[in-house]
């Protein structure tokens, strides 16, 4: 009887333990109970295989630019780093895969503000529990949101924007990269601060969300900076404005919302990694390690700040205190505008 087999013949009813040993024998017993040690063996020769992180958004985004810039930093420690996009929901589909996954640190997930801080208020019947059913390895990287709009759009300016959407009414909608996430929620901000009904378009993630965007099929988009960044490029959007509370450093020309006129539009969000809650903690540990050695290293950090993205390494403890403190602002936000996600 192989180890995988035992574990699954210990969880059905009626199993005896006493049955199971003696039927191995002595030698038999020794394999059993090395087998209840497992998790502290496996954890001495980690990782045993890839580990694969799991993305909850289709591949492009600024969530991959950040997971290969550190597996590609981590790969004589860690070894190889799969990035593995599963989009959908949200990002809800990637969450659940890895709170079911077999916690022994080789699948592991990139967490965001909106999965682990928003969705909880947003929805009534969320299938996980951030705080519960994950644990937190690092915050890894925080970022800004840009305002971007088609190039078509007659405004090159926050104000002559705001002016011609009024003339517009519910005839211009904004997109995001997905419901009840920060760049939902700046859009709402700003049609609250500026008197605006833009009608909220959610997007599977933010590649599809710039393609429409370039293409003309939505004349708003909130995206990351780094997002931003990427599409200025091609001369097909034009960007408004920041949410930051001081200047983008990769865009230092952009105006923040809050030097236009309008501080309570004002928005920043993170991406952290996370493991099943019952991944062992000699795992735990040299997985930390090594993410924040990688997070600390000058070419990481380097890659992040061009993209938009500012290196914070934060641990768990932080990051708990991140998760607790940012679950309660967004709350109040979702109240503020009346949102309940319905998907």
Do not use: C
Not at 159 to 184: C, L, R
Request: charged share 20%.
């Amino acid at each position: 009887m192989d180890k995988q087999h035992s574990a699954k013949v210990a969880q059905e009813p009626g199993f005896a333990r006493r049955d199971f040993l003696g039927g191995l024998g002595a030698l038999g017993a020794v394999g059993a109970l090395g087998a209840l040690a497992s998790p502290s063996a496996r954890a001495q020769d980690f990782p045993s295989k890839p580990i694969r992180v799991l993305i909850g958004v289709p591949a492009g985004g600024t969530q991959d630019v950040l997971t290969r810039a550190l597996a590609d930093s981590m790969r004589d420690s860690l070894g190889t780093v799969i990035l593995d996009n599963r989009g959908g929901a949200a990002g809800r589909i990637a969450v659940d895969v890895v709170k079911n996954a077999e916690p022994d640190g080789h699948t592991l997930l990139l967490g965001t503000a909106g999965m682990m801080t928003m969705f909880p208020n947003a929805y009534p019947k969320l299938s996980y529990d951030p705080m519960k059913d994950f644990a937190p390895i690092v915050n890894a990287a925080s970022f800004e949101l840009a305002m971007v709009v088609n190039q078509n759009v007659p405004a090159n300016t926050l104000p002559e924007f705001i002016a011609w959407a009024k003339t517009q009414g519910d005839k211009v909608s904004f997109a995001s990269y997905g419901a009840g996430t920060p760049s939902h929620f700046l859009g709402e901000m700003l049609n609250r601060a500026a008197g605006l009904k833009m009608v909220h378009v959610p997007y599977r993630g933010s590649t599809p969300a710039r393609q429409d965007v370039m293409g003309g099929t939505v004349p708003v988009y909130f995206d990351t900076v780094g997002g931003a960044i990427t599409m200025q490029p091609t001369g097909r959007i034009k960007v408004l404005a920041t949410s930051g509370a001081r200047r983008s450093p990769p865009m230092p020309a952009i105006p923040t919302f809050t030097e236009l006129g309008y501080p309570d539009v004002i928005a920043s969000a993170w991406f952290s990694f996370y493991a099943p809650v019952k991944t062992p903690e000699p795992v735990l540990r040299k997985l930390r390690a090594e993410f924040l050695k990688a997070v600390n290293t000058r070419e990481v950090r380097q890659q992040l700040l061009v993209n938009g993205m500012y290196p914070v390494g934060d641990g768990p403890d932080a990051l708990r205190k991140t998760m607790t403190e940012d679950t309660a602002r967004w709350g109040k936000i979702m109240r503020a505008v009346g949102f309940q996600a319905t998907d």
